[in-house]
Every structure is written in C-alpha cells, then in structure tokens.
T-cell receptor
Framework: EADIYQTPRYLVIGTGKKITLECSQTMGHDKMYWYQQDPGMELHLIHYSYGVNSTEKGDLSSESTVSRIRTEHFPLTLESARPSHTSQYLC??????????????FGEGSWLTVV | GNSVTQMEGPVTLSEEAFLTINCTYTATGYPSLFWYVQYPGEGLQLLLKATKADDKGSNKGFEATYRKETTSFHLEKGSVQVSDSAVYFCALFTSGIFGNEKLTFGTGTRLTIIP
C-alpha cells in the first residue's frame, strides 16, 4: 500500500484567495507529480519533479506553482484562485525500480472549489 | 509522442457479466503498461501492470496482457460485481534518456454494474 497523503481533501474558497495543496510521501521516492482531473475525468499532468530543487511544467499549462525543498514534500500553490481553478488535483510519486515497472502511486486527491 | 486510446464509456453491465475494456497505445521505446481504478470520491489506485511484452497483469479477478504486436492492453474480468463500479484508466510509462519519465493516461472508462 502506498503512503502518499494529500491535504485538504475538500476545500471551498473565495476568488482571489491564496491556497496551498499539500502532498507528502513517506516512501523516499525522488519523482513526484501533480495531475489535474477535469469533470470529464481526463487527467492532465501539470507539474513534476525529479528530486529536491527540481520542478518542471507538465503537459497542461497551469497558473499554479510547485516547490520541492524536501524529498517527501511537494506542495502546489495558487496565488490567486479563480473559478476556473475548480477541479480535482491528484498528487503522485514513483519509485525507480525497473523490476517494478516504475509504478506511480497516487494520493486520494484534493477537491478544490473556487466560488 | 506517447498516447493511449481507451474504450469510451459509460459501460453498463449486469452483475456476473463478462467485462472487456479496450486499450491501445502508441509509444516510443518499451513502455510499462498499467490499469488504474478510481472509485467515487477517491484518488487513483493501481489495479494491475505489465512491464514487458506478453506479461499478464492480474489482480482482484481482473487481467490484462501486454500485446506488443497489436499495441494493446485490454482489461478483462470474467464475472463483474457491483463493487467493481468505478472509472478505469489505462496508462503507459516510458523512461526518458534525460529523466523525462511520465505517465500518459487514457481518457477513462466509467463502469456501472447493476444487480
């Protein structure tokens, strides 16, 4: 069972507020990811990291930012939330063992609603 | 680039029916293939995986075989239960020379099992 945690699980905030979605994993994985899931279920990679001090933009452009100061922690921040940011955000991490097929493990997700 | 084409849903079956969800892929190199499941209100859980051609992944009665010749990884289960109702995602993972590994998802198939 994977040990990757996201907080908050559910959040409703007003437009213009700053929000940070937390993601932590206790597996010692170097690689971490943020996906955004739209109401139609499709998953889009918005950020990823190969390790401490490494962050990259994903396939889908996002106004959010991420940081990776510690291996176990990969928070995502929206400086000024807008209704268009309403979505589910999924954090993930992966091991690097080829024998395991580089499995990616997901947290339970953070449902963000901006009103 | 990499892509995953997944059978469109929604799919509705009666309990104990046979299930197939088709998945085909396009990838450079030799990807690992995965099926993830998402239950209502939750994140993604790894259902099964296969890391090389002809491998069969299996879990909870679900099976999928990595077919390189047809670039497919179809999900099957012989007798579905109401508890199998969820959204199923096919995905592939490739390793990059400069560490640009990432998971590419299909669009998801919503499965509903009726008693």
């Amino acid at each position: 069972e994977a040990d990757i945690y996201q907080t908050p699980r559910y959040l409703v905030i007003g437009t213009g507020k700053k929000i940070t979605l937390e993601c932590s994993q206790t597996m010692g994985h170097d690689k971490m990811y943020w996906y955004q899931q739209d109401p139609g279920m499709e998953l889009h990679l918005i950020h990823y990291s190969y390790g401490v001090n490494s962050t990259e933009k994903g396939d889908l452009s996002s106004e959010s930012t991420v940081s990776r100061i510690r291996t176990e922690h990969f928070p995502l921040t929206l400086e000024s939330a807008r209704p268009s940011h309403t979505s589910q955000y999924l954090c993930a991490s992966s091991d690097e063992d080829p024998a395991s097929g580089n499995t990616i493990y997901f947290g339970e997700g953070s449902w963000l609603t901006v009103v | 680039g990499n892509s995953v084409t997944q059978m469109e849903g929604p799919v509705t079956l009666s309990e104990e029916a046979f299930l197939t969800i088709n998945c085909t892929y396009t990838a450079t190199g030799y990807p690992s293939l995965f099926w993830y499941v998402q239950y209502p209100g939750e994140g993604l859980q790894l259902l099964l995986k296969a890391t090389k051609a002809d491998d069969k992944g299996s879990n909870k009665g679900f099976e999928a075989t990595y077919r390189k010749e047809t670039t497919s990884f179809h999900l099957e289960k012989g007798s579905v239960q109401v508890s199998d109702s969820a959204v199923y995602f096919c995905a592939l993972f490739t390793s990059g020379i400069f560490g640009n590994e990432k998971l590419t998802f299909g669009t998801g198939t919503r499965l509903t099992i009726i008693p």
